[in-house]
């Protein structure tokens, strides 16, 4: 079993009837109920409005992967909770950034580059699988398109990823490196751009399927963190 954390800022669905009229129980209950269907994983949730931000070590360190979203809020995320997040991908937890966690603390301390891009309201995205033999790509078409959805661009400022696996064209012209994969410590990283808020991005079959492949392939082997600790041991010889 799989245990999966699914944190979510979860303001645009309080305070926009529109949002709430697309995630009436916000985007981790729409996203975390997809991953129950089956029975594969283990669904947590937490949110902004929780003590500690809804993180805390305990609860980390019984998550094999978690997947974050938010938007306007990022600066509320304690640096403890930060800390903790960091630390623990580099344990092995695996890291599942979605759309405008993009400047998430976390994944810019992961980065350490601005992630700034480009953004437009309200354009059709064609996603492009680029590397069709990866396993976050199992099952996905060569590619497919969201009606509407928020314009993201390049330039986009983050290192050089380990891997490619989604690319989007915009309608407007732009394109745009969609799903991506790091690794940092022992964990594994996958941003993936779809997912704004005023669209039914996460209603889509294509892209919650994604999600669903990229939980499988963040999960560490072993639960047990693997962070490496700095020692001065004696010579061997
Ligand atoms: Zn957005």
């Known amino acids: ?34 991953l129950s269907e089956d029975g594969e994983f283990s669904v947590k949730y937490a ?26 809020a990022h600066e509320m995320v304690s640096d403890e909770a930060v800390r903790l997040v960091c630390e623990r991908i580099n344990g092995g937890m695996g890291f599942i950034p979605l759309h ?25 995205e064609r996603i492009w699988c680029v590397s069709p033999s990866h396993p976050i790509a199992e099952g996905i078409p060569e590619h497919f398109e969201l009606p509407r959805e928020e314009m993201y661009g390049e330039p986009f400022d983050i290192p050089n990823p380990d891997e490619i696996v989604f690319m989007g ?3 407007g012209g732009e394109v ?11 964990g594994r990283i996958f941003y993936f751009q779809p997912g704004h808020e005023e669209y039914p991005v996460y ?18 082997s072993v639960r047990e963190s693997r962070n490496i600790p700095c020692t001065n041991p004696a010579p061997l010889e």
């Open 203 to 220: 209603h889509d079959e294509n892209i919650l399927k994604i999600i669903k492949n990229a939980v499988r392939w963040a999960a560490p």
């Open 1 to 34: 079993m799989i245990n999966v954390l699914i944190w979510n800022e979860f303001i645009h669905e309080k305070n926009q009837p529109e949002v709430a009229a697309i995630y009436p129980e916000g985007i981790h209950r729409a996203i975390g109920s997809y």
């Open 100 to 124: 405008s966690a993009h400047h998430s603390r976390i994944f810019k301390a992961l980065c350490g580059t601005s992630c700034n891009l480009k953004w437009r309201h309200g354009d059709r």
């Open 169 to 171: 064209w915009f309608a």
């Open 176 to 186: 745009f490196r969609s799903g991506v994969t790091f690794r940092r410590g022992a």
């Open 47 to 72: 949110t902004l409005d929780m003590e500690h931000n809804g993180i805390t070590k305990e609860l980390l360190d019984d998550t094999d992967v978690l997947i974050w979203w938010g938007h306007q």
